[in-house]
């Protein structure tokens, strides 16, 4: 159906497909739950994807369970269409393939908390971030849920960093 999709009236409506980077860190989850709520309405694709880097090191218990993903993403809002994927390869250039493979209008990440160093030293998956929003072929947000207390989201763009959305 690609990205327009017939409504019941005879007229055409955007489809749109968001992409979600997963892994087993609390922000991933949390970056797909924002994507969920704010960026995937009625009839748009939810895309999961959990990237497997060779040789990294990572074990099959550092792959979060996409099928309970996916099945808590229907429960909560049944009417986008959700779809899990693990693919192994270097995670930036799989990002960025699958991003122009599936067409993906919105790439949603999950952004850590800034450490005190950062000025000094930045961390990989700071960069992974970075680079994903710097070079994309899409909108891309880097999400962070705001500390307890506070509430809502700060949100990163190629255009502006870390935008409180109180939502």
Sequence with gaps: MGWWGETGGGG???????MVVIDQSSRAKHAMMWALTHAANKGDRLALLHVVVPHSGDGEDDVPNLATLQALCKACK??????????????????????RKLEASVLVLGQRKPSPFSCLFRCRSEE????????AECLTLAVRKQSKGVGGYLISTRWQKDFWLLA
């Design 12 to 18: 055409m409506v955007a489809k749109k497909r968001v």
């Design 78 to 99: 049944p009417e986008v269409e959700v779809e899990a994927l693990l693919i192994q390869g270097p995670k930036l250039a799989t990002v960025l393939s699958q991003v």
């Design 128 to 135: 992974f971030v970075e680079q994903c929003i710097n070079k």
